[in-house]
């Protein structure tokens, strides 16, 4: 299927929405594969899942925050991250050579908190950030229980300087300084469970609370472009997985 039109528009905004592109049967199984490393049953590194503030560390549905780099542990997120109604998409955005960055799932349980505004290139040793974000809504997706907000175009103008300090617990994150954000021209990105946005990863973007008494699940799969180079420390670079397309000499 050709996606000419989603490009269009991610090039111009920096971000598109494919509507119902993963089937009912896999969301129900991606979201009882969470259940089951909530509750213990399968095997899954602890030190990889963060709960919400103020409550206690115990495997519970509810309280869990985020799941991080679940295609690393999970053989389920994996074939996700591989699925190529993804990958068709992701080809038109950022080319046919394509990496597995990296992927997370946001809980967003009820009274789960907001994301302030980031750019998730600032926090990748990437360059060129030739990234894109393939956020999964695993729930429905509303104004009330945390959707994605987002600054359309800004992934044109750099990366910002993201400079003031935003609590999260006994934890300090960066934000972008309110200061540059122009609240006026946020857009909503609202989605039923199986459809999926895709943003790049210079954009402007953030998550509101989730005022419900459900969870707004959704799980973030970064791919990078096989041309891009890793800027970090050497030794401490990951084995990215190249998903579709070829190497190429000089890159991560």
Not at 102 to 129: L, N
Request: hydrophobic residues 40%.
């Amino acid at each position: 299927m050709v996606y000419s039109q989603a490009a269009a528009q991610f090039a111009q905004d920096g971000y598109c929405v494919v509507s119902d592109l993963v089937d009912a049967p896999a969301v129900e199984a991606l979201r009882a594969r969470l259940t089951q490393i909530a509750e213990g049953a399968v095997p899954f590194p602890e030190a990889l899942i963060e709960y919400e503030l103020g409550a206690e560390r115990s495997r519970s549905l509810p309280i869990l925050r985020k799941v991080n780099h679940p295609s690393l542990h999970d053989g389920l997120f994996l074939k996700h991250a591989r699925s190529p109604n993804i990958l068709d998409v992701v080809e038109q955005l950022i080319g046919p050579d394509i990496k597995l960055f990296d992927d997370q799932v946001f809980m967003k349980p009820p009274g789960g908190m907001e994301k302030t505004f980031h750019q998730d290139s600032a926090y990748f040793h990437i360059d060129p950030p030739e990234l894109v974000t393939a956020w999964l809504a695993l729930d429905d997706v509303t104004l009330d229980n945390g959707c994605l907000w987002v600054i359309a175009g800004s992934h044109r103008h750099g990366i910002l300087d993201h400079s003031q300090a935003w609590a999260v617990g006994d934890r300090v994150d960066m934000q972008v300084p309110d200061s540059l954000i122009d609240h006026d021209r946020e857009l909503a990105i609202t989605m039923s469970a199986g459809s999926c946005s895709f943003h790049h990863s210079v954009l402007l973007h953030r998550s509101g609370p989730n005022n419900t008494a459900n969870p707004r699940r959704g799980l973030a799969t970064h791919y990078m472009s096989a041309r891009s180079r890793w800027t970090g420390p050497r030794e401490a670079k990951p084995d990215y997985k190249l998903l579709r397309g070829r190497q190429h000499a000089g890159a991560v």
